[in-house]
């Protein structure tokens, strides 16, 4: 085994007698834009915006709305981005984006239309297809520009090199990862996210909370990564009640939009653990939308974890206003207000269903291995029958 190889698993491992000798990679947008009307000035962001060649991803919403970007006269706007996209849905995509052959791609929406606008934007030039991509730094160059634009505050794909969609042949989350993906603009506009309802708000503000705090106590947590990470945490624990109490609250959403942000900062180098795990069969399965699977999942996967990591859990809980002492009643609690339906047995997951799934998420290594606590699958199946 070379040194450099030794380097990698001993990183994997985080087997480093102090995370700030653990190595790490952090690649994210050479440009953000960032405040409230900021999605309206693409004109005077771009070079040659009106010769330019514009394929806009988007989903049904934002499809309607795609005129508020103001596009020059050669658009395509795709606009059946599907909640948890799939490999059809990327295919339509793919082949309308060959047929148009775009100068620049654009995802506007949430994750979902962000993840198939950066496969778009790495595959229309070329003649792969997403099977040869799958994994990691498999994509070619780019040869098109790639901006994304949230509408959620959520996934912070907007600022990631990764896109998951859906194989429907193995159900299962497939993610691509390059750096190629990651967008030469990430266009953060608060405003865009004031029409979400109080359930997306709340939903997709877990999300961006779990990438905060499964970054945050993961095996392989980085200095560099904890201070966005407790950042947002903050974030979330100051705005999301706000947000979801009132949408139209404008510096709520600018917080959980920077919320979204630090957690897609964090997402790349450390990526998530145990929580993302356990909740990507809900989405898979069930077609459970991706925020409202993680918050099921969170006050089990908090709590469970709690003992791996008490000072960190402890920081956790104070930027919440989580009760310590009662940390898993109280995170529920926190979640259950927001409006968040806690039960799988009300998301139409059959309980016969539950030990396959313990399986296939005992089998989601690349997210498991850096949990900081070991999870079995009997530790998955007794958290899956508590969340039932
Ligand atoms: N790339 C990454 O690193 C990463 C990280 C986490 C999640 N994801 C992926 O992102 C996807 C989930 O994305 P999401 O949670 O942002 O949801 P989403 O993109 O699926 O959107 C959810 C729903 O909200 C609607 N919507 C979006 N913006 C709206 C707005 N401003 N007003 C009203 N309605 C609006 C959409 O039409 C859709 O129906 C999943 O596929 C997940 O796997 C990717
Ligand atoms: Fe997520």
């Given at each position: 085994m070379s040194s450099a190889d030794t380097a990698s698993t001993t990183a994997a491992s985080g087997a480093?007698?102090?995370?700030?000798?653990r190595p790490l990679s952090f690649v994210q947008p050479p440009r953000i834009e960032f405040g409230s009307g900021k999605a309206r000035l693409l004109a005077e962001l771009i070079p040659d915006w009106p010769e330019r060649r514009v394929l806009v991803v988007a989903d049904a919403f934002n499809a309607g709305r795609a005129d508020l970007l103001g596009l020059p006269r050669q658009n395509l706007v795709f606009p059946e981005a599907k909640p948890e996209p799939d490999l059809p849905n990327l295919a339509r995509l793919l082949d309308q984006a060959r047929g148009f052959a775009p100068d620049l791609v654009i995802g506007f929406g949430g994750g979902s239309a962000m993840d198939l606008a950066k496969l778009a934007a790495v595959l229309v030039g070329s003649a792969k297809e997403f099977h040869a991509i799958a994994g990691v730094d498999k994509a070619d160059p780019r040869t098109v520009g790639l901006i994304a634009i949230p509408t959620t505050s959520g996934t912070g794909s907007e600022v990631g090199a990764r896109a998951l969609v859906t194989d429907p042949a193995s159900r299962s989350k497939v993610a691509a990862e390059s750096r190629h993906m990651v967008a030469d603009m990430a266009i953060v506009d608060p405003?865009?996210?004031?029409?979400?309802?109080p359930a997306v708000t709340a939903a997709t503000g877990i999300d961006a909370l779990a990438h905060c705090v499964e970054a945050f106590t993961s095996r392989r947590a980085h200095p560099l990564l904890d201070i966005y990470a407790q950042k947002g945490i903050e974030l979330v624990g100051q705005y999301l009640a706000r947000a979801v109490a009132d949408g139209a609250d404008v510096e709520a959403r600018a917080g959980l939009a920077m919320a979204a942000l630090y957690g897609g900062f964090c997402l790349g180098p450390v990526n998530t653990t145990a929580g993302h795990a356990l909740s990507y069969p809900l989405g898979t399965r069930y077609g459970i939308a991706h925020g409202l699977a993680n918050a099921v999942i969170f006050p089990h996967a908090l709590a469970f974890n709690a003992p791996a990591q008490p000072e960190k859990t402890a920081i956790i809980a104070e930027l919440m206003g989580f009760d310590g002492n009662r940390l898993f009643d109280s995170a529920y609690r926190y979640c259950a207000e927001l409006g968040i339906e806690m039960h799988m047995s009300k998301l139409g997951v059959p309980p016969d269903d539950l030990p396959s799934m313990a399986a296939e998420a005992l089998g989601i290594r690349r997210l498991l291995d850096f949990n900081p606590r070991d999870m079995t699958g009997s530790d998955i199946l007794e958290i899956y029958r508590a969340a039932w």
């Open positions: 480093f007698s102090s995370p700030l000798l405003d865009l996210t004031v029409s979400l309802p």
